[in-house]
């Protein structure tokens, strides 16, 4: 194989901000401005990129943001009513809380209390529920949506495919196999969900026809652990450190890419495959949120 087995994140995600920047096109010649509020706690360096990437990209857009950001030892109860005043706040659409917060403070209770129709990220109770039921009246979050529609444009075929997903994560790997086992069109997969206790992972991974990594293990994924004609999704981001990078470190995902990509049908690069559509599907929601309250008038 060569490199035309890439599915190109980059690509992809660039095609779908084109058609959210025209949504948010209509709305603004309807009068609605959408807007989308970030929230950061502390000055973990790794939050302060992701929510300047999203800034950037909802200015790229047309989508108003604006960022709060709040001191480490800001208390839970002071970042509550923040929240609570931006669900009131009626020019304000979506509100994302950047993760991680810190130890004083209960990510569950802070999920809880964004307004459903403005959770953005899709992790409020309210919208995991609906993404269990098979209810698509919610808000999907945005790495596992990113990656369903990665395969989707990339026309790889999920009704019936068997599917392993390393990692049974909140944030992806959970509701990635809720979305792909629902009965429902670009679903209808055979999922099987690996973890840190599952019994001989390789066997599992050579059974999967899509393989889905998102465990947070450098290069976990050997070529001998994946079918020939595989489709492998990499959502992994992992430091390893590398004194001759410039930063000290380089980011690698949870596939060994080099000895992998020549053995399968398709494959993420990591960066440029999940990374990207991951904001691809955040800026996506937070137009639908805006939709969805002009439409509710
Ligand atoms: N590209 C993006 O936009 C994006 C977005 C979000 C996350 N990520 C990346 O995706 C990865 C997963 O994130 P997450 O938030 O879902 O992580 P998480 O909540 O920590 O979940 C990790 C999962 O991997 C499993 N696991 C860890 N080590 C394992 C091992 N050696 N063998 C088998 N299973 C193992 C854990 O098993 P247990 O449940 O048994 O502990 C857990 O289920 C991370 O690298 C993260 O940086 C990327």
Redesign the pocket.
Known sequence: MTASNLIDGRAIASAIHEETARRVERLRARGVQPGLVFIRVGEDPASKVYVGMKERMSGQLGIRSETHVLPEATPEGELLALIDRLNRDETVHGILVQAPLPRHISEARVYASVAPEKDVDGFHPVNVGKLMLGDDTGFVP??PA?VHELLIRAKVPVEGAEVVV?????????PLAALLMQKAPHANATVT??????RD?AAHCRRADILV?????AE?VKADMVKEEAVVID????RVEDPAAPKGYRLV??VAFAEVQPKVRLITP?PG???P???AMLMRNTVRAAELAAAAG
Request: proline letters at 0%; one cysteine or more; charged letters at 10%.
């Open positions: 945005c790495t990113g390393l990692g049974r994560g909140n944030i992806v790997g959970k969900v690996c973890h840190s206790r599952t992972i990594a998102a465990m947070g293990v976990f959502v992994g981001v992992n995902g949870d990591n495959g999940v990374g559509m991951t904001i």
